[in-house]
């Protein structure tokens, strides 16, 4: 092999002992849940999945999968849940 190849697959496997030397700015990744699949989103800070759960929640399994497997690479921001945005939906209000 080459010198200058070695070196670079010696500095390569350094860096992926690194993780917080990369940071994400966007992602899009399909999550094999265990009823189906999600696509799961990641943009400005800002986590994104079509399980309906996220959508009432502002988060979800799938995401906070990603979180912990991610975290190094991840801004504070998208570390963070996005819970305090997001509110349960309400049930509706049964007539009296």
């Not at 309906?52 to 979800?60: E, P, S, V």
């Amino acid at each position: 092999m080459h010198s200058d190849l070695i070196g670079k697959v010696e500095k390569a496997r350094r860096y992926a002992e690194e993780p917080e030397r990369i940071k994400f700015g966007e992602l899009r990744a399909t999550f094999h849940g265990g009823n189906g699949n999600h696509e799961i989103t990641l943009k400005d800070g800002h986590w994104g999945c079509d399980c309906a759960f996220f959508h009432g929640w502002g988060t979800c399994a799938h995401v906070m999968a990603m979180q912990r497997i991610l975290n190094p690479m991840l801004n504070k921001e998208a570390q963070q849940a996005d819970l305090a945005l997001a509110k349960p939906e309400e049930p509706a209000a049964v007539p009296a």
